[in-house]
């Protein structure tokens, strides 16, 4: 089992960056692969980022491409998301994700955060 803990949401401006952070434990050493995924109010879940364990297979999702970058550190037992050039739309909860499998579909992913609040004011 692998247990995720995200930090760094909070509340910014439109243009501004912020920075996300993902802590893993447990099975943290093992080559999983992590993504992030964020979810508005009554909206479906959305993938952001996802990152192979060796960190070679890097995919975005078409709303944040040169605005975000994922990127873990060289233990694998952490994940980063830095966003730049934020806008109103990107207002969610992001989530950390993390599995054997490195995919861009929510249910592909076994183990999950509780996320962390991201809001971008206009």
């Known amino acids: 089992q692998v247990q995720l803990v995200e930090s760094g949401g909070g509340w910014v401006q439109a243009g501004d960056s912020l920075s996300l952070s993902c802590a893993a434990s447990?099975?943290?050493?093992?080559?999983?692969?992590m993504g992030w995924f964020r979810q508005a109010p009554g909206k479906e879940r959305e993938f952001v980022a996802a990152?192979?364990?060796?960190?070679?297979?890097?995919f975005y999702g078409d709303s944040v491409k040169g605005r975000f970058t994922i990127s873990r550190g060289n233990a694998k037992n952490a994940m980063y998301l830095q966003m730049n050039s934020l806008k109103p739309e990107d207002t969610a909860v992001y989530y950390c994700?993390?599995?054997?499998?490195?995919?861009?579909?929510?249910?592909?992913?076994?183990?999950w955060g509780q996320g962390t609040q991201v809001t971008v004011s206009s």
């Open positions: 994700a993390a599995d054997h499998t490195l995919s861009v579909y929510p249910t592909e992913y076994r183990y």
């Open positions: 447990g099975r943290a050493y093992n080559p999983y692969a």
């Open positions: 990152i192979s364990w060796s960190g070679a297979s890097i």
